[in-house]
């Protein structure tokens, strides 16, 4: 009986190494800086400029007070509340 002719198999290369485990994405926060802080903070004491209570105006100055910690501790509820407070008293004068 004839021999079967046998193909050497060609080594190829190595498969590709699967790809480095990327580290988890940090969501983006507004970076608001103190400067912009004390910016609402001047806006909304101004004797000529009666500022509307925005939700941004109370952000920005919530964000400001979590910003002077440090970003640590606190509790955003509360710094919203307090930038709401201190917002709606300058409004009021």
Do not use: N
């Not at 790809?19 to 940090?26: G, H, L």
């Not at 800086?33 to 941004?56: D, G, R, W």
């Not at 979590?66 to 970003?71: Q, V």
Request: glycine share 4%; no cysteine.
């Amino acid at each position: 009986m004839p021999k079967k002719q046998v193909t050497p198999i060609k080594e190829t290369a190595a498969a590709p190494a699967s790809p480095a485990k990327s580290q988890p994405v940090k969501p983006k926060t507004p970076r608001i800086t103190a400067a912009k802080h004390s910016k609402a903070v001047a806006i909304a004491e101004s004797p000529v400029l009666q500022p509307e209570l925005t939700h941004e105006a109370i952000a920005t100055v919530a964000y400001g007070y979590w910003e002077s910690r440090g970003y640590q501790g606190g509790d955003a509820l509360d710094d919203w509340f307090r930038a709401e407070a201190e917002l709606k008293r300058v409004t009021i004068h």
